[in-house]
């Protein structure tokens, strides 16, 4: 375990020196300069090695007295396609007359705007930039004053990422280290560790199914399994902040999650006792050679499962996540955006080591009642890949599924003679047969099986209404024919966080009520395309879910910004400061 962790750091260390010196910072990436003239203001960008301009994010405004749009009345170098997107690769020198300024509006004073967004051919996407220069008639203001105004302002109002993401550069270490391990303590109650412990529960039934299970042993395969958990966190963390790709998200395909459900099917199969799960033989001679090989072999098997099952049972985007990723992409520290990642994943599997720990001290010793207690978390496994399947299979399938697995329990606890097990058998039987009543009945959610045949519509009524947009065109034209504010949320269907989102807090009648008033538009990243990631590249959202706004004017609140699972509460107190 030191070698591979050692290996696993040398890689990281490797990797963040060669982007220290690939990647620019913002400011020697795009080097924009202001020159007042005697009858014109000229704008030039500079930009750095491999640093590319999307063209249409170039935008030109006059905000002040009053916002208007004048970048098509500008001269703007002609564009080149690159990479399916239409992109400026040269310097850019753009003028913008005065006269054009006056026929626009009359004013003594005039505050020009210039809006960009860049990436470098490395891989890196920069945030979306702008520029400002305030033309009066005796006087002129730079740029860069106005900038100092603008973070003076914005600097009380960032979003709670953002906020996470300047205490990475700012903090101390010691300190930024235990801030993550407090995160990661929160999301340990959040559904994204959920999933994790019957897996976990399952691994240790196993292993004393043949001999006793010590408090020592049992924490010790629960903290193999957090510790792989927390290298895949980490390594799946550093890649998606320094490249921007969501690992993620890709392995949230249907033929990876096919796969994953069939693995755990087989767990199932297993754990009924059709046949043993072993390592290839030519692993385990060389195991044995030594004198702990058997114990060697679960200990490789615990690592796999407790890293496989990080990357596809629980992909969950939380501020701290989104905030270390946004840090690391940022600087190209992969180092200290690790090492955060690495923290919050332990404080995530405390939880887990808890389990370890009690079913080590309290479990009783081998026995005849192991083979039962096998058996039932061979069901729970199916349970897991039921809920794997959710992501791929229609919600009539799922239901069919769910209610033949209730009912095959429920027969199973049958055999079992005691009084636990007739109550818990009679309860499983009757919520199988309502899942296939509500099944025949056209219902699709397993949680609300009767919602066709209550005969109340007034949920329907009630319900908010998302426009889907599929890429950066359709969002902008959403935005254009928009005359309220607009709230855009990044969804997914594998997304757990995402689905609290939809059952929950806009299922809370103040909520609707708030929304009511606001044009919203669902970006569906599922799939994780092109057009998905550019979307997301756009606003600087490292994964679902997320919540971007703007305000009537058409202007992008940042400090609204929403990123994670919030309740109803916390979602209205962020709303309500800006709108």
């Known amino acids: 375990m030191k070698k591979i962790l050692l290996l696993i750091c040398v890689f990281v260390y490797s990797f963040s020196s060669s982007l220290n010196q690939e990647f620019l910072e913002p400011n020697e990436a795009f080097k924009p300069v202001f020159t007042k003239n005697e009858d014109s203001l000229n704008f030039k960008l500079d930009l750095g090695r491999d640093i590319y301009l999307y063209d249409d994010k170039l935008k030109i405004f006059i905000t002040k007295p009053e916002k208007i749009e004048i970048t098509k009345d500008i001269n703007i170098p002609k564009p080149v396609a690159y990479q399916e997107f239409i992109v400026q690769f040269n310097n850019l020198d753009l003028t913008i007359p005065f006269s054009l300024l006056k026929s626009k509006i009359e004013s003594n004073e005039y505050e020009i705007e210039i809006k960009f967004q860049g990436c470098s051919k490395a891989g890196l996407c920069y945030a979306p930039m702008s520029e400002k220069y305030l033309i009066t008639n005796d006087a002129k203001t730079s740029n860069q004053e106005l900038k100092k105004e603008e973070q003076k302002v914005e600097a009380t109002t960032l979003n709670e990422t953002d906020s996470i993401a300047s205490s990475l550069k700012d903090g101390n270490l010691f300190l930024v280290l235990v801030t993550f391990l407090g995160f990661g303590l929160l999301l340990s109650l959040t559904p994204c560790v959920f999933p994790m412990i019957p897996i976990l529960s399952s691994i240790i039934v196993g292993a004393s199914k043949n001999e006793d299970m010590t408090a020592r042993k049992g924490f010790l395969l629960s903290l193999i399994y957090v510790l792989s958990m927390s290298v895949a966190y980490t390594i799946a963390g550093v890649i998606a ?179 636990i097990t007739e109550l818990l058998s009679s309860v499983l039987f009757i919520l199988g047969v309502v899942l296939l009543v509500g099944l025949i009945s056209g219902a699709t959610n397993p949680l609300n099986p009767l919602e066709k045949l209550t005969g109340s519509k007034s949920v329907n009524t009630n319900e908010l209404v998302f426009q889907k947009v599929k890429n950066i065109a359709e969002l902008e034209l959403a935005i254009k024919n928009s005359d309220k504010p607009i709230m855009l949320d990044f969804w997914a269907s594998w997304c757990v966080a995402c689905k609290e989102l939809e059952e929950i807090t806009f299922k809370d009648k103040e909520v609707i009520q708030k929304l009511q008033g606001f044009t919203l538009l669902k970006a569906d990243v599922t799939q994780n395309s092109d057009e998905d990631k550019a979307l997301q590249k756009m606003f600087g959202v490292v994964g679902p879910p997320a919540l971007v706004f703007w305000d009537k004017n058409k202007k992008e609140v940042k400090s609204s910004k929403i990123v994670g699972y919030k309740n109803p509460k916390d979602f209205l107190e962020i709303i309500n400061k800006n709108f």
């Open 241 to 419: 902040g320094v490249f921007g790709a969501n690992l993620q998200a890709a392995l949230q395909n249907p033929y990876v999650l096919v796969v994953f459900a069939l693995i755990f099917v087989a767990l199932a199969f297993s754990m009924f006792g059709y046949f043993e799960i072993k390592l290839p033989q030519s692993i385990q001679t060389r195991v044995n050679k030594t004198t702990d090989g058997k114990e060697k072999q679960g200990i490789i098997g615990i690592a796999i499962m407790g890293f496989l099952s990080a990357l596809i049972v629980g992909p969950c985007v939380a501020p701290p996540l989104a905030g270390a990723l946004v840090y690391i992409g940022q600087t190209g520290d992969a180092i200290l955006g690790g090492m955060a990642l690495f923290v919050m994943s332990l404080g995530m599997g405390v939880p887990l080591l808890l389990i370890g720990l009690g079913a080590g001290r309290f479990m009783p010793k081998p026995g005849g009642w192991m083979e039962s207690i096998t058996k039932i978390f061979g069901i729970v496994m199916l349970g897991v890949a039921i809920w794997l399947l959710e992501r791929v299979l229609s919600a009539s399938v799922i239901m069919s599924l769910w209610a033949l697995l209730l009912l095959g329990t429920a027969i199973y606890l049958k055999t079992i003679t005691n009084m």
